[in-house]
């Protein structure tokens, strides 16, 4: 089952790996903030999106969190936004607030295009 595998997805994404990088996702003017499981097969529909979204939006951030790995930080992000954590959830920052928060099917190129607020 090639969707199990657990490979990094290959994308021009920042990882959130600890506090710091937690904190500059959180901080961010206008990004997103994608919590992936390598192992689930939704993440895997949803990851196509997020890739879409990066290919038309390159000078917006996309910050990743593997849930699996770094699940503490997964669960901070959720605390610090007050927001149910899920997996897949593509979450939309303007100026540090949560403007936008999907997870599963709703994770698509267009909702976050929305949600950032460019076409």
């Not at 089952?1 to 206008?30: C, F, I, N, Y």
């Not at 992936?36 to 990743?64: E, N, Q």
């Not at 605390?79 to 540090?96: T, W, Y």
């Amino acid at each position: 089952m090639k969707w199990l595998r657990r490979r990094k997805p290959e994308l021009p994404v920042h990882r959130v790996e600890d506090e710091t990088d937690l904190a500059q996702a959180l901080g961010s003017p206008r990004g997103v903030l994608y919590k992936h499981s390598p192992f689930c097969w939704a993440s895997a529909m949803a990851i196509r999106h997020i890739k879409g979204f990066v290919k038309t939006h390159p000078d917006i951030p996309v910050y990743l969190i593997d849930v699996i790995a770094h699940r503490p930080l997964s669960m901070e992000a959720a605390n610090r936004l007050q927001i149910r954590h899920e997996s897949p959830q593509a979450i939309a920052i303007v100026d540090g607030e949560v403007v936008w928060s999907g997870s599963h099917g709703e994770v698509t190129t267009e909702a976050l295009a929305a949600a950032i607020g460019v076409t």
